[in-house]
């Protein structure tokens, strides 16, 4: 006999019945249902307002548009003028059973906080579905739409956004068999960002009880900055950086502006970090919406009730630099212009470079770049997690793939297919390294129950971290294996170098023992911190 069918299936929300697909096996994807108004016209630059509802079935066998970019992403589908539903969840679900209502996952995709959506292929929930969560994936504004500073309207609507999604979630998952009670947010660069923002966002409190943040950026933006990038991009859109100027020119021409603003950082930026890496969105520290940097914010215990597994890889910025997306710094003098931008001190580079003897400048530059946006970062926020009560588990992702000429590092995403059991996705080859291999699905297997068993219970399976130290899960091949940071050469060498976020702390939540208080390490720097020109050729 062939292999049977896909059929379709229903399911009952507030707004009205939803027609998805049930494969053979028996999940169940409900793609691009509308959890709120297109935030267009009317509702542009404005908090999201409710969907209206249907009242026939609505079709929902295939992913809703994307928001306003200019990316174009393997097997993704891309913005185009005119698409305006673009607030949309997708849903997977295994079939029904007697066990009782199962837990949810609520992915939310990175991508600078510029571009990317839930369609794209290495996000399928199949496979964590099949292992026993709800799974719920969503669209945001993005971009100007979703993080540009706009006067009169509210900052950060791309984390309201994902707010409104997540009260679509406690209203609705029970019809598809989730528990809406044990909720689990989770995302990835960008979207591990805002899994943190929500964290420590009022109006998300109570929406879910655990988070699980792969590769948080050290990336926010204080109102000042962010009315500086904007007053740029209104330039390059020749309207006036108000609400109506910005209001009177299209999505289109304010995504070309954007880019426009991004291309010309490395020789002209607003903050010093954006000669080097030229993203000119990220959330903003407005003080309404997001109170706080959640790094202090986490420190004050804010979120102790919100269990959180957090996760880097080794090697996050060689992604970055093989797709082009940061500049290249290939000399000794360009390598002190960097540490001079993000106020690194003079011992951290020369720690580095006593850690990579043999190593060029570029690859000590990934090196202290990735460490210095996500990997100190990442790890701070479990370690002031755990400190103020709540409970947090680390990890980092160190597989490795050799190969003639070289090999694929553990960089930036990698550790994402791997997560969601989607090795063999569009795009997958090139994060991993080529097809997958026995211990690569291995890996998978161990990753992906990882997350399930957390979404359940709490507990991905290794010691948490504790306020006197910090356990690491390292996800490798042929075996993971448990490690200290406490032994950890690199984590030594931040050691008294506190974030900016930090500088606000007791002096017992700042990092430490070290040698006195160091520059802080900053990316939400004011306009007067513009790089000199002198400092921006290669």
Same mark, same amino acid.
Request: net charge negative.
């Given at each position: 006999m062939g292999e049977q069918p896909w059929v379709e299936t229903e399911f009952r929300t507030a707004g009205g019945t939803v027609r998805g697909r049930r494969s053979p096996d028996g999940v169940a994807a409900v793609l691009g249902i509308p959890y709120a108004a297109a935030p267009f016209g009317a509702h542009r630059f404005r908090a999201p307002q409710p969907a209206a509802g249907w009242s026939a079935p609505r079709d929902c066998t295939v992913f809703g548009p994307v928001a306003p970019q200019s990316a174009e992403l393997p097997g993704s589908p891309v913005w185009r003028p005119g698409d305006e539903e673009v607030l949309t969840v997708? +849903?997977?679900?295994?079939?029904?059973?007697?066990?009782?209502?199962?837990?949810?996952?609520? @992915?939310?995709?990175?991508?600078? &906080?510029?571009?990317?959506?839930?369609?794209?292929?290495?996000?399928?929930?199949?496979?964590?579905?099949?292992?026993?969560?709800? +799974?719920?994936?969503?669209? &945001?504004?993005?971009?100007?739409e979703g993080f540009g500073h706009v006067p009169g309207f509210p900052d950060n609507r791309g984390l309201l956004d994902q707010v409104a999604a997540l009260r679509w979630v406690r209203e609705n998952i029970a019809a598809f068999g989730g528990d809406p009670g044990n909720v689990t947010v989770a995302g990835h660069s960008a979207g591990a960002g805002s899994a943190a923002c929500l964290m420590v966002m009022e109006q998300a409190h109570g929406l879910f009880r655990r988070a699980v943040a792969h590769s948080v950026p050290h990336a926010f933006f204080g109102v000042e900055v962010a009315a500086a990038i904007t007053s740029r991009i209104a330039a390059a859109a020749g309207v006036a950086a108000t609400g109506p100027g910005l209001l009177s020119a299209s999505p289109q021409a304010l995504v070309a502006a954007a880019d426009k603003v991004a291309g010309a950082c490395e020789t002209d930026p607003v903050t010093a970090v954006q000669a080097f890496d030229p993203v000119v969105f990220q959330p903003v520290l407005d003080g309404e919406v997001l109170p706080m940097d959640p790094l202090a914010a986490l420190a004050s215990g804010i979120a102790r009730e919100v269990d959180l597994?957090?996760?880097?890889?080794?090697?996050? &910025? @060689?992604?970055?630099?093989?797709?082009?997306?940061?500049?290249?710094?290939?000399?000794?003098?360009?390598?002190?212009?960097?540490?001079?931008?993000?106020?690194?001190?003079?011992?951290?580079?020369?720690?580095?470079?006593?850690?990579?003897?043999?190593?060029?400048?570029?690859?000590? &530059?990934?090196?202290?770049?990735?460490?210095? +946006?996500?990997g100190e970062y990442s790890s701070r926020l479990a370690e002031h997690h755990a400190r103020a009560?709540?409970?947090?588990?680390?990890?980092?992702?160190?597989?490795?793939?050799?190969?003639?000429?070289?090999?694929?590092?553990? @960089?930036?995403?990698?550790?994402?297919?791997?997560?969601?059991?989607?090795?063999?996705?569009?795009?997958?080859?090139?994060?991993?390294?080529?097809?997958?291999?026995?211990?690569?699905r291995a890996l998978s297997r161990r990753m992906l129950r990882a997350w399930v068993d957390f979404a359940a219970c709490g507990d991905p399976?290794?010691?948490?971290?504790?306020?006197?130290?910090?356990? +690491?899960?390292?996800?490798?091949?042929?075996?993971?294996?448990?490690?200290?940071?406490?032994?950890?050469?690199?984590?030594?060498? @931040?050691?008294?170098?506190?974030?900016?976020?930090?500088?606000?702390?007791?002096?017992?939540l700042a990092p430490g023992p070290g040698p006195g208080l160091e520059p802080a390490l900053t990316t939400t720097s004011s306009p007067s911190d513009t790089l000199p020109a002198r400092r921006t050729s290669k």
């Open positions: 997708n +849903v997977w679900v295994r079939a029904p059973s007697d066990a009782g209502p199962l837990p949810v996952l609520f @992915w939310i995709h990175g991508g600078a &906080y510029t571009f990317g959506s839930s369609a794209q292929p290495d996000f399928d929930g199949t496979a964590l579905a099949r292992a026993g969560v709800v +799974v719920v994936s969503c669209n &945001y504004r993005v971009g100007f597994l957090v996760c880097h890889t080794l090697e996050e &910025y @060689w992604f970055l630099h093989e797709v082009g997306a940061v500049r290249e710094v290939a000399s000794e003098p360009e390598l002190a212009d960097f540490a001079e931008a993000l106020s690194l001190p003079a011992r951290l580079v020369a720690g580095y470079r006593a850690l990579m003897p043999d190593a060029p400048v570029l690859d000590r &530059y990934l090196a202290i770049f990735g460490d210095a +946006v996500f009560g709540g409970r947090a588990y680390l990890s980092r992702f160190a597989r490795r793939r050799p190969r003639p000429g070289g090999g694929t590092r553990p @960089w930036h995403t990698a550790d994402i297919p791997f997560a969601f059991g989607n090795l063999d996705a569009v795009g997958a080859d090139f994060l991993i390294g080529g097809a997958p291999d026995a211990q690569d399976g290794w010691p948490a971290v504790t306020a006197d130290g910090t356990t +690491v899960q390292v996800w490798a091949v042929p075996d993971d294996h448990l490690s200290d940071d406490g032994a950890s050469a690199v984590r030594a060498l @931040w050691r008294g170098v506190p974030l900016e976020a930090e500088l606000s702390l007791a002096p017992e």
